[in-house]
């Protein structure tokens, strides 16, 4: 008889599939984000913005999971290099959440005031339709792979919508009614996630479980 792990795993072939898949999406997500960063520097040095260049810092650190990922599959055997690539994507979470944090509170204790922003509510709004389609392809992937780094990499997309769509808020809220305190405060939010994210991936608790098990009915708690 065979086993359920045998049956439900990929093939060879397919494998090397998924791999190839992994590696376009993550260079792609690389171009992007280093277009979005030195798009959202400018914008946000022009107008004062500290989220815009926040956000465009994240891409930064986004690049360097994305990175992660690419030296992982460059090798033959990517599973040799799994735990140090979801290190690398956990230490990343909290680069992250530090930032953040920091320029959150710089924000609500400094009262700095940003000017409106054409380009910065176009990037924010461009972002957030590119990247949760992004993050739910690399996260498919990584699933069927039964790659935790690849997971943990989509998280770090998911976590960039939310980012996208709070400096969106933030920057409407601040050029119509001038609450400047708004994306700060929601920035702080984001920063918890992205430690909670960060823990998680550093324990290895991102749905890691081998393709068969994450194929059956069972995985719906370890990968909602």
């Not at 049956?7 to 690389?30: E, H, N, W």
């Not at 990343?92 to 910065?120: K, P």
């Not at 305190?181 to 929601?186: F, G, K, L, T």
Request: glycine share 8%.
């Amino acid at each position: 008889m065979v086993s359920a792990d045998v049956a439900f795993a990929p093939s060879v072939d397919r494998t090397a599939v998924l791999q190839r898949r992994v590696r376009l999406l993550v260079g792609a997500v690389i171009v992007y984000n280093v277009l979005e960063a030195a798009t959202a520097i400018a914008a946000g040095a022009l107008a004062s913005s500290t989220a815009l260049v926040g956000f465009g810092l994240d891409s930064i650190v986004e690049v360097t999971s994305a990175l992660a990922i690419t030296w992982q599959y460059a090798h033959h055997t990517p599973s040799d290099r799994e735990q140090r690539a979801l290190h690398i994507v956990a230490y990343s979470f909290f680069a992250l959440a530090a930032y953040v944090t920091v320029d959150a509170v710089l924000s609500l204790t400094g009262g700095r005031e940003a000017d409106h922003s054409s380009l910065g509510i176009g990037l924010a709004a461009l972002s957030l339709v590119i990247m949760p389609i992004a993050s739910v392809v690399e996260r498919r992937l990584g699933e069927e792979l039964g790659s935790a780094s690849v997971v943990a990499d989509s998280k770090q997309l998911l976590l960039c919508s939310y980012l996208s769509a709070v400096l969106l808020v933030g920057l409407v809220l601040n050029s119509t009614l001038g609450w400047s305190w708004a994306d700060p405060i929601a920035g702080l939010v984001i920063a918890g996630l992205a430690v909670r994210e960060g823990r998680t991936a550093l324990r290895g608790d991102v749905c890691c479980a081998p393709p068969s098990a994450i194929l059956s009915e069972s995985s719906d708690s370890c990968c909602s």
